[in-house]
């Protein structure tokens, strides 16, 4: 349409557009030339025309070599890297398949030499256009480009004319682009292997592989304090699964908004103590929807990124189309240069985390208050790896920088003013972790979260989490808030591998928080650390490799719980001792002498854990369990969360039962009533046949019933 209207202002200059019917110049237009297929029937005509085909081929050529032209500057390669594109010497039909620079050179370059074979005389052979402009720059453009100039010459054409076989474009190959892909992830060493781990909640921390007889020790898991066995976490959920089913049954909007995800939101929103709380279906949606419904909505948005960020942040950012200015991690110095380059006025938001879950480092949170204030900036804080972990109830590392204050507020809905916790615009964290379900929110205003209920599409447009599981997640929080043994000998525990680890050499990443990265240095030996202690110790340990960490800083990443006993540690500490023997892996000496790796082997071993000894010691005498001991379950803890959920669920132990118990108690009459019966009978016949008796005369005889009866299922 729009080619039409354009040729309909040259009708008084072109006697051959003059002449001809719109509806013939349409169809010309849009129907392509069956021997040059990038050209339509239109093109085609008007290269045999005096004035338009030199023109025709003048501008082709302009094109291609603005490709080609284009292709030595630098915002190239940023146009590739966006697209996942790292190209070598050779790029692959894949790659330039995928990148738009290349295809877009390739599409030109293609048009250009079908413009030559048919303004072209049978005896001439033209040099190709796309042979002559293809040039360096992109890597791609060359390979592109000349992959296309492979146009048939005009004698070809002619002859294809008589024999009407014309070659199809083959199809794209999507298994060798596939294959290309695998290929790269494990020439360097990305490529992930997946372990069958079946944690075992009757037996935490221990799991059975694909084999359900083979049994392993977990180290890694995130199921930080062993709340994804937790009893009342349990039993909630049975009872929410029993009374309300299996899903939601829809979107947050459409007949999944129930009384138990508005009790969770309630219940995270008073745990920061800030208005609001909104669920997602997982922190990395909450981070990727909110980031990217905020930046996309304040005008001319920029984005302070720390450059540990995780993967959900740097997506929503990047989906939000704001500007992004990344920050030396944790570095407060050059933060603010970064921001004071830009106007007060202008939208900034700050988004950084507390714990850094692959290196154990702790966010400033105070101090990026503090520039976020002096800079008119929001601050985004994720504390994922936190909550649970961190505060007298849990809340996360802002919520421990004010312990006392905190503690002393207890349930209050208020917020402490000026604490840090506070100070921070909004924060977001998981239920999938320290609280053992699955599931994400962010908290923050009244009407930020309004804002990103009614504008995020990661909010909306899906369904939402279970109501068992909501259920399930607010039993997790309540019990930790008020429970707070689990996460106090979570820390003892990482204190005693931290320092027999240190005892024998074995680096790990120095860091104040509860993660334990023991530095191996090298993708290949990491992995095979990780196989050695499975297969020969049972203990499960993930290598972390590139691009969750730096190359050269591949680490196995220990995850120490309460629930792991002295002997489980010991066991480890000696396993991975005799690993690092038998594979050569450099030990803390080692990195010293060659100037330190990750922070190992520089001085800066000695960190003082954020949990202090006093804070520890708020939790009463929290002790190391040995093999065999029972995890110690906080009674009363208990029945905070039973309360929590009496309106909903009924009362535990009342007459009111489960849907459970009722129907064991029916299972239980069934078989009183045959034993009665059947005893009934029994003695009937054993006493003296009268004339006209009727089984009613044996009414009062008294037949002793065990008080337990085995019921089998
Ligand atoms: C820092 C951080 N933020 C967000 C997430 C995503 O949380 P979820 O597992 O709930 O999607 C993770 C997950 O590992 C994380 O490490």
Not at 9 to 33: A, E, I, M, V
Not at 91 to 112: Q, V
Not at 179 to 207: C, G, M, Q, W
Not at 271 to 293: E, G, Q
Request: glycine letters at 8%.
């Amino acid at each position: 349409m729009e080619k039409l209207s354009s040729l309909s202002r040259f009708k008084n200059s072109c006697p051959f557009l003059g002449r001809t019917k719109t509806s013939t110049l349409r169809t010309l237009t849009t129907s392509s030339s069956p021997r040059f297929p990038s050209l339509s029937q239109l093109t085609e005509r008007a290269t045999g025309c005096p004035i338009m085909g030199p023109a025709l081929a003048l501008r082709s050529n302009q094109i291609a070599s603005g490709y080609a032209s284009l292709a030595g500057q630098a915002d190239v390669q940023k146009i590739h890297h966006s697209k996942g594109i790292y190209p070598g010497a050779n790029p692959t039909e894949a790659d330039i398949a995928k990148c738009p620079h290349a295809s877009a050179a390739r599409a030109a370059a293609r048009m250009a030499d079908e413009l030559t074979a048919a303004s072209t005389k049978p005896a001439e052979k033209a040099a190709s256009p796309a042979e002559t402009v293809a040039a360096a720059g992109c890597p791609f453009h060359k390979a592109a480009a000349t992959a296309e100039s492979k146009v048939p010459p005009k004698e070809t054409v002619q002859a294809a004319k008589e024999t009407p076989v014309i070659d199809a474009p083959s199809a794209f190959s999507y298994d060798s682009f596939y294959t290309a892909e695998l290929d790269k992830k494990r020439k360097d060493h990305s490529y992930r292997y997946f372990n069958n781990i079946n944690r075992l909640a009757a037996k935490f921390p221990v799991a059975h592989t694909a084999s359900v007889k083979e049994h392993v020790q977990v180290w890694c898991a995130n199921d930080y304090l062993g709340m994804g066995n937790n009893p009342v976490v349990l039993e909630t959920m049975h009872r929410a699964l029993d009374k309300y089913g299996a899903g939601a049954g829809g979107t947050r909007n459409i007949a999944g908004n129930s009384a138990m995800h508005l009790a969770l939101e309630r219940e995270l929103a008073s745990l920061h103590r800030k208005p609001a709380a909104l669920l997602f279906s997982s922190c990395y949606v909450a981070n990727d929807a909110t980031l990217s419904t905020l930046g996309s909505k304040l005008p001319g948005c920029v984005y302070f990124s720390d450059a540990s960020n995780h993967a959900s942040m740097i997506q929503g950012i990047r989906h939000s189309g704001a500007k992004k200015v990344i920050f030396k991690h944790n570095d407060l110095e050059d933060l603010e240069a970064k921001l004071a380059m830009w106007p007060r006025e202008t939208p900034k938001i700050i988004a950084f985390e507390s714990v850094y879950s692959m290196c154990g480092s702790i966010g400033p949170i105070a101090e990026i208050c503090d520039l976020a204030k002096k800079y008119g900036a929001l601050t985004f804080l994720d504390e994922v790896h936190a909550v649970g972990l961190y505060g007298p109830r849990g809340a996360g590392v802002a919520e421990h920088l004010d312990f006392e204050a905190h503690k002393k507020a207890g349930e209050s809905l208020e917020p402490v003013k000026e604490s840090i916790m506070d100070r921070v615009d909004m924060i977001t964290g998981t239920l999938g972790k320290a609280y053992g379900t699955v599931g994400g929110y962010v908290a923050g205003s009244a009407d930020f979260i309004d804002m990103i209920r009614s504008y995020a599409p990661g909010f909306i447009f899906t369904t939402s989490l279970p109501p068992s599981t909501a259920a399930g997640a607010r039993a997790s929080v309540i019990y930790q808030k008020h429970h707070a043994g689990d996460r106090a000998l979570k820390q003892v525990n990482v204190r005693t591998v931290k320092s027999r680890l240190a005892a024998l050499d074995i680096p790990v990443v120095p860091g104040p928080s509860h993660i334990v990265p023991v530095l191996v240095g090298d993708a290949g030996l990491a992995k095979k650390a990780s196989d050695k202690l499975l297969g020969e110790h049972g203990i499960y340990v993930q290598s972390i490799n590139f691009p969750t960490v730096a190359v050269g800083e591949e680490r196995l990443r220990v995850t120490v719980t309460p629930r792991h006993t002295a002997e489980q540690i010991d066991g480890l500490v000696k396993a991975l001792d005799k690993v690092f023997s038998e594979l050569g892996i450099n030990r803390v000496r080692d990195w010293a002498a060659l100037g330190g790796r990750a922070s190992v082997g520089v001085g800066l071993e000695d960190v003082t854990p954020i949990w202090t000894d006093e804070q520890i010691a708020t939790a009463g005498n929290v002790k190391t369990l040995r093999d065999g001991e029972q995890a110690v379950i906080d009674e009363k803890a208990v029945e905070v969360v039973r309360g929590a959920f009496e309106e909903l669920l009924g009362r535990v132990g009342s007459g009111e039962l489960t849907m459970e118990e009722k129907k064991v108690k029916l299972r239980v009459e069934k078989v009183e009533r045959a034993l009665l019966e059947g005893a009934m009978n029994l003695a009937a016949e054993a006493l003296p046949k009268r004339k006209g008796y009727v089984g009613a005369a044996v009414e009062g005889i008294k037949v002793p019933v065990a008080s337990t009866v085995t019921v089998s299922a």
